[in-house]
């Protein structure tokens, strides 16, 4: 489902650099037994392709590995803050009737749960991309209204398919000359738009190009 933009992400971050120890298809098989439940595509595909790079599973976000999957009440948890002050779930009914099933969240210590993101994948290639840009040399954000997002088009590439990429709080964007190393994501509810790249001097070029405002992080 979303193997092919999680390895341009991967690409993209981490060109040249093999995973360390890759997440198995065995460990996938043996979490789905010890839990009684199949695991969406999508989440099997996050953890075969980015599962071996540390930072894509643990930068702001940590994203359980198979072993430490749990059930919470009705929901299956996968993802938590670093900091441990929020932790996101998908409901055992959407589990077995959707293939690409809504993400809840629930906040701290609280009962309520709140939607996070209409479809798995478009979180997963979110967060995906947030991990990787937040792991790179050089990082840089700028204002950038949504209306205007048309702006960067040009130079930059989204993430995944339309139908698989929206849906939640941040999309991906990679940049388009192959030569130049970026990374980007983009994130809606701030409408702010943040770079990473391993290249001195690349955000500067970008910001001449395009006529965006980066600060740095």
């Known amino acids: 489902m979303i193997v092919e933009p999680l390895q341009l992400t991967v690409a993209a971050a981490f060109a040249g650099r093999n995973a360390g120890s890759a997440i198995s298809a065995d460990q996938i098989d043996a979490a789905e037994k010890r839990l009684g439940l199949a695991l969406p595509e999508a989440l099997k595909d996050y953890y075969l392709v980015a599962g071996g790079y540390p930072e894509m599973m643990e930068k702001d976000f940590h994203l359980f590995s198979p072993e430490k999957l749990r059930i919470e009440g009705d929901y299956l948890v996968f993802c938590e803050e670093s900091q441990g002050g929020a932790v996101w779930g998908i409901h055992r009914n959407n589990l077995l009737t959707l293939p690409n099933p809504r ?3 629930r906040a701290g210590n609280a009962q309520k749960w709140f939607s996070e993101s209409s479809k798995l ?3 997963l290639l979110g967060i995906g991309a947030w991990q990787a840009l937040l792991s790179q040399e050089e990082t840089a954000r700028c204002e950038l209204p949504e209306k205007q997002l ?3 088009e040009a ?6 398919e339309r ?5 939640g709080h941040r999309v991906g964007l990679i940049y388009r000359d192959a030569a130049a190393p970026l990374i980007a994501a ?3 509810n701030s409408e702010m738009l943040y770079v990473g790249t391993p ?19």
């Open 103 to 105: 993400v809840e969240g």
């Open 121 to 123: 994948s478009a979180f």
């Open 150 to 152: 048309k702006k960067i």
């Open 155 to 160: 130079q930059f590439d989204y993430i995944g």
């Open 163 to 167: 139908s698989l990429r929206l849906g």
């Open 186 to 188: 983009y994130l809606f």
């Open 199 to 217: 290249e001195e001097g690349l955000i500067e070029r970008i910001e001449e190009l395009s006529g965006l405002d980066f600060e740095w992080l």
